[in-house]
């Protein structure tokens, strides 16, 4: 698949997806589930968080103080300076005043130290949880997630969540215990001028609530566009092969133009968006200051309140209106903290198609070669779409097995179940006599080893790469595999030896040598079973007749099953099953088969044709 097809794919998902949000059940559940995976990321901190409960508090009081202290100056420590009575008021106000403003000071300063901290715990645990959540999940899933999904999850979402985490609930807080305490201070000193700033206040929650669900959408279409743009570039650049071969660069590019233009307008509208709510809350709190100053003054004159309280009351005013800017900062990162939380929640809450057994329940294999059996094995990908039909199939402990057919028999999907990349529809595949679904992953995978075609390797030197199913190898050992495999004067004769970095999927090696280095690690492995799928279709001959040498070493006293376009390939079978329509249609000796008319034969012919 094209890096420009599997965009267009992920187009369909992201927008199915948002199409989903948007339903009152589902968007409903989705909450439920984004508030179940917060709790599971705050409760190690609750204690933590609960004593910031107690710093906010004090700090909003120390907040409070301010204004009320310049009050109290105003009123009962200018009066005796008037009057020649010293300043012994008004020191002991301002005093007051300072340390107000010191104790805000230290307590905001511990309250952003300790919630950075805590922010920081949190998404480490969740992008450890995500990766390795992400690791545990079957084929069948990473199959239809692709990996720019995978990068936008790991990225964007979370980056989005930390934004949350490190500014937004501590101006929510903040903003909240400001506007309670704001509104109840004003109410004691100067109720009437108070219910001014209280009347203005359904004006500035209309604005909230409208401004909240404008933004709601705005977010969730910028979620979806963000992860649009990042799988059109990670897809673009994994198959940058394929797009410079086919000369799709043109094209490529016109679709992340598409696609990033989808995500400028969503920027812009949730930017004009803020610029009507701020502006909008700025306005509204001037009107108000400006009837409270216009009343206040004739109180004052009238002798209902005192100049003091009149100077609070603005000063209050101001912090009044200052939280709601607060909180138009807040809905910004709110709303696309909680789509990326559905996001994310999703995906951890995503089972593996091949669980692991109940605790408790797991079986041991026993040692030495194993036996292989499928019994009345079925398996679809899709439901309208059978690939096995009641296979049945019993491997000796030691054998080596072919399995040959045309392309789409089901030979690939036999191997794959056997790996346990993926569960049967029916019946059971069992190793020895413990079915594949009673062993930890861990137990199968020492157990069973596959080495596929495309010899997938990682950034790092030829020696990791080998030893990658055995980190604990010594350079001794890893070299021992490679010698087995009859590649390690290729390894040594490598500009640094078998510390070459292989490069970007070993793109720095042929391929032959990188499926070199694939048997070599499988032999580092030591499997009971193998299971070669197709793995020596990409040797030139040279390597070829290297890994023909090495594959008897390689499979001895071990069971194996070799999945093979390359008649050379079977030499090394003591027995060939040919698939066809899911079923065994022949087995026997590879001798017996090519002598018998039928359809290894028929294969068989086929083959010497192409080599003729």
């Known amino acids: 698949m094209t890096a420009t097809s599997t965009a267009h794919g992920d187009w369909r998902g992201v927008a199915a997806e948002t199409l989903d949000d948007a339903r009152g059940g589902l968007a409903a559940f989705l909450r439920a589930r984004s508030r179940r995976l917060l709790g599971s990321l705050l409760r190690p901190h609750r204690r933590t968080v609960g004593g910031l409960g107690v710093v906010v508090v004090l700090e909003t009081a120390a907040e409070m103080a301010g204004p009320y202290l310049v009050k109290v100056a105003i009123d009962r420590g200018i009066p005796p300076l008037i009057a020649g009575d010293g300043p012994r008021i008004l020191l002991l106000v301002v005093a007051a005043y300072l340390v107000a403003a010191l104790a805000q000071a230290a307590l905001t300063s511990y309250f952003v130290r300790t919630s950075g901290r805590v922010g920081q715990d949190v998404l480490y645990d969740l992008r450890t949880r995500l990766f390795g959540h992400f690791q545990r999940l079957s084929l069948s899933f990473h199959e239809r997630y692709t990996s720019g999904r995978v990068v936008a999850r790991l990225t964007s979402d979370v980056e989005a969540i930390a934004e949350l985490l490190e500014t937004g609930v501590s101006q929510l ?10 509104v109840a201070v004003m109410l004691v000193l100067d109720a009437p001028l108070a219910l001014i700033a209280v009347a203005s206040m359904p004006f500035l929650f209309a604005l909230t609530a409208w401004f909240r669900r404008q933004s709601s959408r705005t977010y969730r279409e910028r979620s979806a566009a963000v992860a649009l743009v990042i799988v059109q570039f990670v897809e673009t650049l994994g198959g940058i092969r394929a797009v410079q071969a086919f ?19 969503a920027n812009i509208r949730s930017t004009h968006l803020a610029a009507t709510f701020g502006p909008g809350t700025r306005g509204i709190g001037s009107i108000t200051v400006a009837v409270t100053l216009l009343v206040g003054a004739h109180r004052v004159i009238d002798g209902a309140t005192t100049v003091g309280v009149l100077v609070a009351l603005l000063l209050y005013l101001r912090r009044l209106f200052e939280p709601m800017q607060d909180l138009a900062q807040f809905f910004n990162s709110f709303q696309s903290a909680a789509a990326a939380l559905e996001k994310l929640s999703g995906v951890l809450e995503e089972a593996p198609a091949v669980p692991e057994p109940a605790p408790g329940t797991a079986e041991r294999l026993r040692a030495g070669p194993l036996d292989v059996r499928f019994e009345q094995v079925a398996f679809s990908y899709r439901p309208d779409r059978p690939v096995l039909i009641g296979l049945d199939l019993v491997i000796p402990a ?3 097995v072919a399995l040959v057919g045309e392309t789409g028999a089901g030979k ?24 594949l679904r009673g062993l930890t992953t861990p137990d199968l995978r020492a157990a069973v080893v596959m080495v596929t075609q495309e010899a ?12 990658f199913g055995r980190p604990d190898a010594s350079r001794a050992e890893i070299e ?36 070199l280095v694939a048997f070599a690690r499988a032999f580092l492995a030591a499997p009971q079973v193998l299971i070669l799928d197709e793995a020596s279709s990409s040797l030139d001959a040279p390597h070829e007749r290297l890994v023909q040498d090495a594959l008897h070493t390689l499979l001895a006293g071990r069971t194996a099953v070799i999945i093979a376009h390359r008649l050379s390939t079977l030499d090394v079978a003591d027995r060939v099953l040919v698939v066809d329509g899911g079923r065994i249609v022949e087995d026997g000796a590879p001798e017996e088969l090519r002598a018998a008319p039928g359809a290894f034969r028929r294969l068989n012919e086929a083959w010497a044709d192409t080599l003729g």
């Open 173 to 182: 807080v903040f903003a909240v215990l400001s506007l309670v305490s704001t």
């Open 247 to 265: 000369r799709r660069e043109a094209r490529n590019q016109a679709i992340f133009e598409e696609v990033n233009s989808r995500y400028a307008r």
């Open 398 to 400: 030691g054998q080596t």
């Open 412 to 435: 690939s999907t036999i191997a794959r179940l056997l790996a346990r990349f993926y569960d049967p529809t029916e019946g059971r595949v069992l190793l020895g006599d413990v079915d």
């Open 456 to 467: 997938f390797l990682f950034t790092g030197s030829v020696a990791e790469n080998i030893g």
């Open 480 to 515: 021992a595999a490679a010698r087995a495999v009859g590649a390690h004067q290729l390894f040594a004769g490598l500009p640094e030896g078998y510390d070459t970095i292989v490069g970007k999927r070993g793109g720095r090696l042929s391929s032959g040598q990188r499926q």
